[in-house]
């Protein structure tokens, strides 16, 4: 029990296909009610896939957890209709302060463009993104939670998986077209296809402790190396929702695990943190360790992973949740469309290439992040020592200095989903990145362009008037939005972060990505493109 | 531009001395960040990644991983 927080208690039933012993055959099962395995599931309903999540739990996550979150994971929220409750909610910062020893080394600025409906990062507790998750999920249909069912075991046939579940009326079958295990990083769906998941260990451990207090401390990421109060280690301090800070300190190999959990010894560590006149609480404390691997592929015949249960980074950088959403993001509208037949199992594998691709980026990222914060030896040590020391006065320094590389979303450059430019673009808007977001009206009203966009393929083209209000490639369509009649870009935001010129076309895939883009609007360029990134 | 392995430093046994005296009154450790803030300092005078990957090499370092992956 959390002073802040009363953790909700999700009731039991029993389903219709274990009372009657008939397994029924359902579009998706995915495991896990976590931050991903949620995401996927209001994602498949946005799509209309007929969806069982399953859980061996009955409630939220237990502790704050995750705690941030990052732009482009809230723009998928808020496609998916709880954004702007989870940023009401949280704790939006953008400044950090880096400290080495008794002194600041350097501070930075997340440098967060105007023009953007979500702030570059909030920090929130990780219960809390998930109780909005499910009250969302709850005003959805085709989507069903079922609590206390644990997956004992899964069979993959040709065209589907059948699932052992266990939960407290015994032990039945259910049948699964597709699965998607966001069971996390001890996946037992892993285990059970046989897939390899292979990287490096690091041996280290940390304390996690969220403490309740009144502060005045500004909303902003401190981190410190080798500070006085906790020589030779790191430590991390956080502002979350409720008045609830989380504190970060790493302990070193050599710790135990058990006896750093217990208050008496967590405690003298706070104070020697915030002082001895400081008034805090205990809310909650973990102990963790870490690795940094992936799994060899995010596809084994049926069942597709995503998230943690994909991969498993360090904690510095916020990457871990924050790109799990976004293989949900690149999932869920492949899924649909190879479902419905109407594009083949290859986007399926898309699937794979973009997001190990990602999970690749951000492994390197949190690799680097961990070499340079818990240093393997004397050597790297002195270097590391080395930089923080010179940050304070040279700037060059500066760049150096890695306490984590914040989240942000890796462009499929390289995907096969991608039409190569022909024509030449400024600016960051290549085909494979994710759409920038920008001030746009419509009807009238003011708005944000990628709450215009949604969720299917749309043609976003500059000025003129085509005749084609839609490009289509079999059964998919592709709304054509011209900018100037369809929505108004009256503050010039959008044309100057997508290179507009009159004429300039885009080709935006339903993850809100550049598929292609084009200095004119060409029906049968755009239509092959369209095909392409269905990859028929 | 490769990097430069032909003599270039005018005085070598002055500018010698004066790094080994720059180091007289520091102790082991001290002198240790003192080098590595030395190699930080010059890496970025230089800054092609060609010529400091060519130099780590010279030194008789590894070939670094991020090497071989590029400079993504």
Redesign the interface.
């Known amino acids: 029990m959390l002073k802040t927080y009363e953790y909700p208690k999700f009731a039991y039933r029993q389903s219709d296909e274990q009372r009657t012993g008939k397994p029924r055959r359902h579009q998706a099962v995915v495991i896990g009610a976590g931050p991903i395995g949620l995401t996927a599931a209001l994602d498949f309903a946005r799509h209309g896939i007929e969806t069982v999540v399953i859980d061996d739990s009955d409630t939220v996550s237990i502790g704050s957890r995750a705690v941030c979150y990052a732009k482009r994971p809230l723009e998928v929220w808020d496609r998916l209709g709880c954004g702007d409750r989870l940023v009401a909610k949280g704790v939006s910062w953008k400044a950090g302060k880096v400290f080495f020893r008794d002194r600041l080394s350097y501070q930075f600025d997340l440098l967060p463009e105007a023009g953007h409906k979500m702030p570059a990062m909030i920090n929130l507790q990780q219960y809390y993104l998930e109780q909005y998750l499910i009250d969302e999920i709850a005003r959805r249909d085709g989507v069903e939670l079922r609590w206390k069912h644990k997956l004992l075991s899964l069979k993959q046939a040709d065209d589907h998986a059948v699932l052992t579940v266990e939960t407290p009326d015994g032990v039945f079958t259910m049948e699964a077209d597709w699965v998607i295990a966001c069971d996390g990083a001890n996946s037992d769906t892993r285990r059970m296809v046989d897939a390899k998941f292979t990287g490096q260990f690091f041996q280290d451990r940390f304390l996690i402790a969220d403490i309740v207090m009144k502060a005045e401390f500004p909303a902003e990421r401190w981190f410190w190396f080798d500070p006085p109060f906790h020589r030779n280690q790191s430590a991390l301090l956080h502002k979350q929702a409720d008045d609830v800070w989380r504190l970060d300190f790493q302990l070193g190999w050599d710790a135990d695990p058990e006896a750093e959990k217990m208050p008496e010894k967590i405690i003298p560590r706070v104070r020697a943190m915030l002082g001895d006149d400081r008034e805090f609480e205990l809310e909650w404390a973990s102990i963790y360790q870490f690795a940094c691997r992936r799994v060899d592929n995010f596809r084994y015949g049926r069942v597709l992973f995503a998230g943690d249960a994909a991969h498993q980074v360090s904690p510095f950088g916020a990457r871990g949740a924050n790109t799990g959403v976004s293989d949900i993001d690149n999932l869920a509208w492949k899924l649909k469309l190879v479902m419905d037949g109407d594009a083949p199992l290859a986007l399926i594998d898309s699937y794979n290439e973009e997001r190990a691709f990602a999970a690749d ?1 951000n492994l ?1 990222n949190s690799t680097r992040s961990t070499d340079f914060i818990t240093p393997k030896r004397p050597a790297s040590r ?2 590391r ?3 923080l ?2 940050a304070e006065d ?1 700037a ?2 500066r760049p ?1 200095v890695n306490s984590g590389r914040l989240s942000t979303p890796t462009p499929y450059l390289h995907s096969s989903l991608n039409t190569p430019d022909e024509a030449a673009f400024k600016g960051k808007m290549a085909p494979g990145t994710n759409c920038d977001d920008a001030p746009v009206s419509s009807d009238g009203r003011r708005g944000w362009f990628l709450n215009t966009i949604g969720d299917g393929f749309v043609v976003l083209t500059f000025g003129g008037a085509p005749a084609q209000r839609e490009i289509s490639f079999g059964n998919i369509k592709a709304r054509v939005t011209v900018v100037g009649r369809d929505l108004i870009d009256a503050e010039g935001v959008l044309a100057e972060r997508y290179d507009a010129q009159p004429g300039t076309t885009y080709l935006i895939r339903p993850d809100q990505h550049v598929a292609a883009r084009w200095r004119e609007f060409d029906p049968a360029k755009i239509q092959k493109a369209l095909a392409r990134a269905v990859a028929a | 531009m490769p990097l430069q392995t032909k003599a270039n430093i005018a005085d070598p046994d002055g500018f010698y001395q004066e790094l080994i005296d720059s180091q007289r009154d520091l102790r082991d450790g001290e002198a ?2 003192m ?3 030395l ?3 010059l890496a ?1 005078h230089i800054g092609d990644r060609d010529v400091l990957r060519e130099a780590i090499k010279c030194a008789g370092g590894a070939q670094a991983a991020g090497a071989l ?1 590029g400079n ?1």
């Open positions: 980026d390197l002195r270097f020592d080395a930089v020391e010179l040279n060059f320094a150096l | 240790e960040l080098n590595c803030k190699v930080l300092i970025n992956r993504r």
